[in-house]
């Protein structure tokens, strides 16, 4: 009877934390998939030691000290995930076919979490920490100047409390802490593509660019992308840059016809997205890719275009759309 009392109140305590933990195993390691393999092993941690927990930290601590670490030994054995971006310069021939790495460590798009927080700014800030520019950046850095980065930047730590979980000093810390931020100032997102969707205008550009695809009014679409768009579709190596080059790419191998496209308008990463479905031969829709997008005050600047079908039930869609369900 003990068991179970102590069990039911582990299960009580501890579940609260369980959507932030992902969160944070996701920054680390940049899969969802691999993020919820390594909570759970977290929370296999946390039961097997929690006789053990003498709470001289809070309970929450403590199991951001459990997951940092399932994520630190997890690191040692796995390649890190990046975007295509990330391998090179973009292709200047958009009309050479793609190149396909199927078996790619590639980065992962995150389903919209509960928002637990009532603060708004704290519903805000937790958002841009899983951004995926700045997951996809996060992935450079090695493991240990993630986690200072993480814990010092995000969660707000001490470098005191980091260097302990560390096993290192406070100064060693902030020395990670230096050299991690040094390197994020080269590569992630600068603070104009921070948008808020709530905004009317801009609303209405992820209306227009949804309208564009599935109307295949290449026109339209090249409309409400800015001069220096990015376009990125792992599995695919090849990447492109610039408005010109983006345009030709997706007018000759995407935009098959009007209809032949439908969208649905979702979230991922905190920011806004798509779920293309493509007309298969029997008139149904079948998932296609997700598309995540960044959009500015000028246009969209960059489409991160994960062409992996197997994607969708992660996000709670539907594996095939009727016509009729669009209407």
Request: glycine share 4%; charged share 25%.
């Amino acid at each position: 009877m003990q068991f179970v009392e102590a069990e039911d109140e582990f299960v009580r305590l501890t579940d609260p934390f369980r959507q932030e933990l992902l969160a944070h195993c996701y920054r680390m390691v940049g899969s969802f998939q691999d993020a919820e393999d390594l909570v759970q092993e977290t929370y296999v941690r946390a039961w097997r030691s929690y006789d053990d927990f003498e709470r001289r930290s809070s309970l929450r601590v403590w199991l951001y000290r459990i997951a940092t670490n399932v994520c630190l030994t997890a690191l040692e054995h796995r390649s890190r995930r990046l975007l295509p971006s990330g391998l090179g310069a973009p292709s200047d021939d958009p009309d050479h076919p793609l190149t396909v790495l199927e078996n790619g460590a590639w980065l992962q798009p995150l389903p919209a979490l509960p928002d637990d927080a009532a603060d708004p700014a704290a519903i805000v800030a937790s958002r841009d920490s899983v951004r995926l520019a700045l997951i996809a950046a996060l992935q450079h850095l090695p493991a240990k100047q993630r986690v200072a980065l993480i814990l010092r930047d995000v969660l707000a730590w001490r470098a005191v409390e980091v260097a302990e979980l560390l096993g290192t000093t406070s100064s060693a810390v902030n020395s990670l802490l230096q050299r991690a931020r040094a390197q994020l100032q080269r590569i992630a997102p600068t603070e104009d593509e921070q948008v808020d969707l709530s905004e009317p205008g801009l609303r209405a550009l992820l209306d227009q660019y949804i309208a564009a695809f599935e109307n295949a009014d290449v026109n339209a679409l090249v409309g409400v992308l800015r001069d220096d768009v990015a376009l990125e579709m792992p599995p695919n190596v090849e990447w492109f840059s610039g408005r010109a080059a983006v345009r030709r790419f997706l007018e000759r191998n995407v935009l098959g016809g009007p209809g032949m496209t439908r969208m649905l308008p979702i979230t991922a990463n905190g920011q806004p997205a798509v779920a293309a479905y493509w007309r298969d031969n029997d008139g149904l829709y079948r998932p296609h890719a997700l598309q995540v997008l960044t959009i500015t005050p000028i246009g969209v600047s960059r489409i991160v275009s994960f062409n992996d079908p197997g994607l969708f039930p992660t996000f709670g869609l539907a594996t095939v759309l009727a016509p009729e369900a669009l209407r």
